[in-house]
């Protein structure tokens, strides 16, 4: 009898680990690479107040990214959520324009330019993915949610005509937003699709008087929104 109760318990068992070595989800550590195509919106914005007037510059750059790639590192616990560093890198083409006032201060500097520009986006942060679904035979298995956040840093290229043209950066402290589902390839590998927004700013000013040392009140921000559909690999 008791040899009957052992055979049953090491068949139950060795059916479970069978289940579990054939069952389609990220273990542990797991690494994903994924291209993102989509569109970016960019603005800087800077305020100098003195006694004699202001300098107030606004640059603005929107256009399509083709593409972005991001490789993420990181671990998955018990199939329900992930811990990720994430590092990006992308081009975008679109247009740039800048609008530089002043009043009293430089009187000719008042100026306006409209060009084609190149982005460049350079990426460092981290995030989680939760995965609500656990029943692999659910249709809906492979759904998940993500939150990242780090800092992005745009590098603005515009060319007037052949010999004018400059330099403008963009950077932010981000938030992305991202929402997919996941399609496996074989036991370890998967394929995965996602909708995904970032909402970067950042935001200086003297506050400390009416004016700092130099007899100047300064302010300056820089907003960043980007939405994409990402295309993934997993393992």
């Avoid at 800077?46 to 671990?75: C, V, W």
């Avoid at 679904?133 to 515009?158: A, H, M, R």
Wanted: charged share 20%; with cysteine.
């Amino acid at each position: 009898m008791k040899k009957k109760i052992l055979a049953i318990l090491l068949l139950l068992a060795s059916s479970a680990f069978a289940q579990y070595a054939n069952g389609k989800f990220h273990r542990g550590l797991f690494f994903s690479t994924s291209l993102t195509f989509g569109y970016t919106y960019l603005r800087n914005y800077e305020l100098s107040i003195q006694d004699e007037g202001y300098n107030e510059k606004t640059h603005k750059f929107n256009g399509a990214m083709h593409p972005y790639a991001e490789l993420r590192f990181g671990r998955t616990t018990a199939n329900i959520f992930s811990l990720y560093g994430s590092l990006g890198l992308g081009f975008g083409i679109g247009n740039f324009n800048a609008v530089d006032k002043s009043y009293n201060v430089y009187p000719d500097n008042n100026s306006q330019v409209e060009a084609t520009g190149l982005d460049v986006k350079f990426l460092v942060g981290g995030g989680a993915e939760f995965y609500p679904v656990q029943n692999q035979e659910n249709p809906l298995y492979g759904l998940f949610f993500g939150l990242s956040l780090g800092f992005v840093i745009d590098g603005v290229k515009y060319t007037i005509d052949e010999n004018d043209g400059d330099f403008d950066g963009f950077a932010n402290i981000f938030y992305r937003f991202e929402f997919g589902k996941e399609w496996w390839i074989d036991t370890r590998w998967s394929l995965g699709v996602a909708l995904n927004y970032m909402y970067g700013s950042l935001e200086l000013k003297d506050e400390t008087s009416s004016y700092n040392s130099a007899g100047i009140n300064e302010k300056a921000s820089c907003v960043t929104h980007t939405i994409g559909i990402s295309v993934r690999v997993a393992h």
